[in-house]
């Protein structure tokens, strides 16, 4: 059974800092690209980051230059470091994880971000 399970949301002051996890089960992690998407209230989900398998990374222009994704396979884990957050960053954050290969994406249940003052 595949699990994603996404943790360190929470409410932080404009500026601040939020550290995002999500550790995965039942899957070959190191084989899937893996991404971070965002839906605020009446919004439509969107893109935050990615990356491959291989490492490389791709970033939303909203975020450049203060989100950064890593990922530690060995801990099948993906990290999204959020630096300089704003108001309208504020939203329900999703991790998933793909393989076009093989036909196979997964979401997780998603963790609530707000900045607010």
């Known amino acids: 059974q595949v699990q994603l399970v996404e943790s360190g949301g929470g409410l932080v002051q404009p500026g601040g800092s939020l550290r995002l996890s999500c550790t995965t089960s039942?899957?070959?992690?190191?084989?899937?690209?893996v991404g971070w998407y965002r839906q605020a209230p009446g919004k439509q989900r969107e893109l935050v980051a990615t990356?491959?398998?291989?490492?490389?990374?791709n970033y939303a222009d909203s975020v450049k230059g203060r989100f950064t994704i890593s990922r530690d396979n060995a801990k099948n884990t993906v990290y999204l470091q959020m630096n300089s957050l704003k108001p309208e960053d504020t939203a329900l954050y999703y991790c998933?994880?793909?393989?076009?290969?093989?036909?196979?994406?997964?979401w997780g249940q998603g963790t609530q971000v707000t900045v607010s003052s």
């Open positions: 990356i491959s398998g291989l490492g490389n990374t």
């Open positions: 998933n994880v793909w393989n076009l290969s093989w036909g196979r994406n997964y």
């Open positions: 039942g899957i070959t992690f190191s084989m899937y690209g």
